[in-house]
């Protein structure tokens, strides 16, 4: 398995601000993924992020609102750009490692935008 | 889209036996069922994950039917701990392949 931590845990932030939530994970990971869950409902998937490459983002979801940088093999950042209440959502972290295929999640960033 | 369809919501008594049925007709022959779940407040937790054969681990047992279109996640002891969202989701079993979910079944382990 893989350990993988977020930093915020929590936020309440501004309209109009950015946030940028941080995913370490204990090895190198070859994909990492970004998942929004809005209150009440399932996850969806924002972006995968290999390292190396730009990010690939689902419909819906755009670079300019969700940028997201994965600069070495244990670590990515996510960012919500000019937030506005309808992001409020736990925000989570997701990976899969080298030599397994089962996908690992964070504990996830619970996100209030006033 | 997801590509399984789930029952929305069950109760199952505590110390009993809790089967999570999942359809999934569509699914392509290298592709895996795995199961997740999240309990309140905390990030999916994988359970199992199998492609024909029935699957145990020290969480669950998975039963696959023979023609692949339906399988049940059991839960043999339910306990109060075991009250989450649970996912069931179809992907091919390597790490380039993302994880989609659907809306998953609610279980509730009644004391």
């Known amino acids: 398995s893989a350990v993988i931590s977020q930093k915020p845990s929590r936020d309440i932030c501004q309209r109009g601000t950015s946030l940028t939530i941080q995913c370490q994970v204990d090895s190198q990971v070859t994909m990492m993924f970004w998942y929004r869950q809005q209150p009440g409902q399932s996850l969806t998937l924002i972006a995968t992020?290999?390292?190396?490459?730009?990010?690939?983002?689902e419909s819906g979801f755009v670079i300019d609102k969700f940028p997201i940088s994965r600069p070495n093999l244990t670590f990515s950042t996510l960012t919500v750009s000019n937030m506005s209440p309808e992001d409020s959502s736990i925000y989570l972290c997701?990976?899969?490692?080298?030599?397994?295929?089962?996908?690992?999640f964070g504990p996830g960033t619970r996100l209030l935008v006033l | 889209d997801a590509k399984t369809t789930q029952p929305p919501s069950m109760d199952c008594a505590e110390g009993r036996a809790a089967n999570l049925p999942c359809n999934h007709s569509t699914i392509s022959g290298n592709e895996y069922v795995y199961w997740y779940r999240q309990i309140h407040s905390q990030g999916p937790q994988y359970i199992i994950h199998g492609l024909k054969n029935n699957e145990t681990n020290e969480m669950a047992s998975l039963i696959i039917t023979e023609d692949r279109k339906s399988s049940t996640l059991i839960l043999p002891h339910a306990t109060l701990r075991d009250t989450a969202v649970y996912y069931c989701?179809?992907?091919?079993?390597?790490?380039?392949?993302?994880?989609?979910f659907g809306p998953g079944t609610s279980l509730s382990v009644i004391p």
């Open positions: 989701i179809v992907r091919v079993k390597t790490s380039y392949d993302k994880v989609i």
């Open positions: 997701s990976v899969a490692p080298h030599s397994q295929e089962t996908q690992y």
């Open positions: 992020a290999n390292q190396g490459s730009e990010a690939t983002y």
